[in-house]
């Protein structure tokens, strides 16, 4: 199957490391997280009329251990796809076989060296507990949120609370939500069960190529390759995940900044600076590639929504978003908040 270990490495070496990795100033950190965490999820319950339950993890971790976790995240949704793609190359012998492994130790190589560069950025994440896992944890990316507190000279006794603020507001999404995490767990793994290897695909792919030239459109939009190379199936999959992680991003966004308003006297500072980090050009054709631009856009676009919706109809109908699958804003409604203000209130 794929050499995840390969993916491992690769995304170690291209993570790279910082001089302050491993200093008293990532353990000051690692000792101040829980505490930033449990004060930061009430103020988090009060602003969104969520609630939580239980407690975190919460965990100071490397770039290497970042990516490395999300790697085994990675491996568990492509587990269906191996398998296919093991029994098609198989069926055609030695040859198929020899292709196989190539594709293997590609998808690795590829995956090592995305997970490289984003965990030269991260700052926190909350991961979901996977089927196979303990999950609930609270990352913080220690090299990352010092390098940007130095690199900017944010307070960061207000910088830490703020991110606490942020990766809080996501937990609260997925377990003050009932049935958000095994909905974004579905979502995902659907789109790695619907993945077929596809002779004819190329040929697809050069038709879209061709169109997209005839009209002047960029050959890969904001799903990147994967959405380049996608079924109809896949790619109404692909809007649902981004979709949904628009409404959550941009969430969770407002929220940090506004309880940083009344809390914090650096937070707008620290909002524009971030803000520009994500547009950073040197990175911007790099994003497009993979995918990723959409991640970068969807702080931007959810928390338009989320503002546009509260200006329409007050931050309160927000909740409607809450009740279930069907009551959440699709992609073209994200753009649109007036049309799913119509639908769902």
Known sequence: ?????????????VAGTHPLAGTYHEEILAREAPDLIARAEPLVEEATGLRTVG?????????AAWAERNVAFFAHLMDPLEERLE??????????????AVARQFVALETGALLGVLGRRVLGQYELALPTDVGDTIYLVGPNVLALERAHQFRPVEFRFW???????HRLQFVG??????YFLSLVEQLAASARPDPQRLVKVAGRITDAVRVGKPLIDETGLFGLFANDEQRELLDKVQALMSLLEGHGHV???????????????????L???RSDPKTAGFFRLTGIEMKMRQYELGERFINQVEALAGWEILAAAWQG????????EIEHPRVWLDRVA
Do not use: N
Request: proline fraction near 8%.
């Open 255 to 273: 929220v940090m900044d506004r309880i940083g308003e009344g809390m914090l006297l650096t937070q707008r500072r620290m909002s524009s600076v």
């Open 1 to 13: 199957m794929i050499p995840w270990r390969t993916a491992v490495r690769v995304a170690g070496s």
């Open 163 to 169: 991110l606490a603020l942020h990766e809080c507001t």
């Open 325 to 332: 699958p069907d009551s959440l804003p699709t992609l073209y």
């Open 55 to 63: 407690s975190p993890g919460v965990e100071v971790v490397s770039r």
């Open 87 to 100: 029994a098609r190359f198989a069926k055609v012998g030695p040859l198929g076989k020899g292709g196989a």
């Open 177 to 182: 939500i009932p049935w958000m995490r095994d």
């Open 275 to 277: 803000k520009l980090r």
